[in-house]
């Protein structure tokens, strides 16, 4: 799957209504190993994780094609997985929003989950 186009529709799936301050990339990388750790050792989070990144690969394509409620429908769905993945998996996703995926640090962040990446088979 895309890795932005994941992370841009985990980051407007949640996105709050106000502005948060810029977070601290130490810490955001820190709460990322731990996300892939937790992910990682538990198959049902990571079926999870794969359907996500399968249900990314549909919404992009209904985007494509200007499907929105389709779009919707599926994000919805992507939604309820998330959940499934945890407290931390969901705060890292709001911990991000704000956070430059183009960045160094943002770089480094999304590697660590090359490894999730590489468990799904797409």
Known sequence: MNR????????ISTAPLFAQAQPD???LKADAQKVVSIISGNKAKT????????LGD???EAD???DRKKAE????KMNELEKQLGSKYLALV???QDFDPNSKEGQ????????LDKSCAH
């Open 4 to 11: 932005p186009l994941m992370v841009g529709i985990l980051i």
């Open 25 to 27: 990339p130490a810490k």
């Open 47 to 54: 079926q999870a994780y794969c359907q996500i990144a399968n």
């Open 58 to 60: 549909q919404i992009g």
């Open 64 to 66: 494509q094609q200007k």
């Open 73 to 76: 429908a599926l994000a919805q």
């Open 94 to 96: 709001d911990e991000t």
């Open 108 to 115: 480094e962040i999304e590697s660590l989950f090359d490894k």
